[in-house]
């Protein structure tokens, strides 16, 4: 069983920068892979990004593609999300999330459904 903690989220004005981090317990780290999803008021919880259990490959919604970068260390049980350029767009409840995966292939957990762990989420507020 795997908990996650999700921290770093905060209010910033657009074009500003936040790094979110998420800490793992309770299982091996390194068998997951890792994502960050988001959810904004009255919207369905979307993909944002994710990392395969190496680091080796990463995968972006285009949305964010190009302003957001997902790391992790396996050493540490933590990812990253290093958020620039930030757009009111962006405001939402960021939900780190986990999927027991069996590949190197981030694409493959990318889908809501495929998480079978959540963290409880932190709130990112981007001010116009």
């Known amino acids: 069983q795997v908990q996650l903690v999700e921290s770093g989220g905060g209010l910033v004005q657009a074009g500003g920068s936040l790094r979110l981090s998420c800490a793992a317990s309770g299982g091996t780290f390194s068998y997951y892979a890792m994502g960050w999803f988001r959810q904004a008021p009255g919207k369905d919880r979307e993909f944002v990004a994710t990392i395969s259990t190496t680091g080796g490959d990463t995968y972006y919604a285009d949305s964010v593609k190009g302003r957001f970068t997902i790391s992790r260390d396996n050493a540490k049980n933590t990812v990253w999300l290093q958020m620039n350029s930030l757009k009111p767009e962006d405001t939402a409840v960021y939900y780190c999330?986990?999927?027991?995966?069996?590949?190197?292939?981030?694409?493959?957990?990318?889908?809501?459904?495929?998480?079978?762990?959540w963290g409880q989420g932190t709130q990112v507020t981007v001010s116009s």
């Open positions: 999330a986990a999927d027991l995966a069996y590949n190197d292939y981030a694409q493959s957990s990318s889908e809501v459904g495929t998480m079978g762990y």
